[in-house]
């Protein structure tokens, strides 16, 4: 059974997404162990929350015109 090239591609964006997501926790972990300061975790916080809203939650569909979808 043969997939196309667009699952593939969606496929591998979802892994890039899931490593993205895993490193930016870790960097977090390790940052709230060694006590640096807060905003350093906001601002991990922040970017997660980008990356899943971006990914997960098609933000852009809703501003792409009616003939893009």
């Known amino acids: ?3 196309s090239s667009k699952a593939v591609s ?3 964006r979802g892994m890039i997404v ?3 997501l895993a490193v930016l926790t870790g960097i977090e972990y390790y ?6 300061p807060n905003v350093i975790l ?3 916080a922040l970017l ?3 990356v899943v809203i971006q990914f997960y939650m ?3 569909r809703v501003f792409r015109s009616q ?3």
Do not use: D, N, P, S
């Not at 940052?31 to 640096?36: F, K, T």
């Open 67 to 69: 003939e893009e979808h």
């Open 10 to 12: 969606e496929i591998r």
């Open 42 to 44: 906001w601002a991990i």
């Open 31 to 36: 940052v709230g162990v060694h006590e640096a």
């Open 48 to 50: 997660k929350a980008a």
């Open 1 to 3: 059974m043969k997939t």
């Open 58 to 60: 098609h933000l852009m």
């Open 18 to 20: 899931f490593v993205v």
